[in-house]
């Protein structure tokens, strides 16, 4: 079977990691949050905006009757 040499280097490195922490998942994520905030890089929150709808969810209903119209005779 192939071995990934990279795979592989990620694995190790993750489980080091884990390991400093004693796999203690709440400090972990904590370090995670630290480095974060320390980076000063910009943080996106990709949470949902109320009232947004995504690209196929209710798209019809977003565009109106119009857009119902259309979908059904390209089919």
Avoid: P
Wanted: positive net charge; hydrophobic residues 30%.
């Amino acid at each position: 079977m192939y071995q990934d040499v990279i795979v592989e280097e990620i694995h190790r490195i993750r489980e080091e990691y884990s390991r400093s922490f004693n796999h203690n998942l709440k400090a972990l994520f904590a370090d995670l949050q630290k480095q974060q905030a320390e980076s000063g890089r910009k943080v996106v929150n990709l949470s949902r905006k109320r009232g947004l709808t995504t690209r196929w969810s209710r798209r019809a209903k977003d565009l109106g009757e119009e857009a119902k119209d259309i979908s059904r005779r390209s089919t």
